[in-house]
């Protein structure tokens, strides 16, 4: 069952949209490694703002894909793609269909 998550808000510099879209088309096939990320989803709020949702059934699984390849590569590309630090906020899942 789907209990924690993860919700990471990503604003990219002037002119690198394009290159956060690759990004996250990219970090797809990283997370598809991760037994316990159950869903993941990259996603665009605005012209300039992306961002990241993810689940997992247990906190275990939340606290390893912090640790994992796709959060490693985020940080790596931050300075260079992003106006500013992630904003990372882990969520409770209430509700899932």
Do not use: C
């Not at 690759?22 to 797809?28: A, C, P, V």
């Not at 300039?48 to 606290?63: A, L, N, V």
Request: charged residues 25%; aromatic residues 8%; negative net charge.
């Amino acid at each position: 069952m789907i209990k924690f998550g993860l919700l990471v808000k990503l604003e990219a510099k002037p002119g690198k949209e394009e290159e956060v879209v690759n990004f996250l088309e990219s970090g797809l096939a990283l997370v598809k490694e991760e037994q316990d990320t159950i869903t993941w989803y990259g996603i665009k709020l605005g012209p300039s703002t992306f961002g990241i949702f993810d689940t997992f059934p247990h906190e275990e699984g939340r606290k390893a894909h912090l640790a994992g390849e796709v959060a490693k590569a985020l940080m790596a590309n931050a300075p260079d793609l992003l106006a500013a630090e992630p904003e990372i906020i882990p969520v409770e899942v209430l509700a899932v269909k």
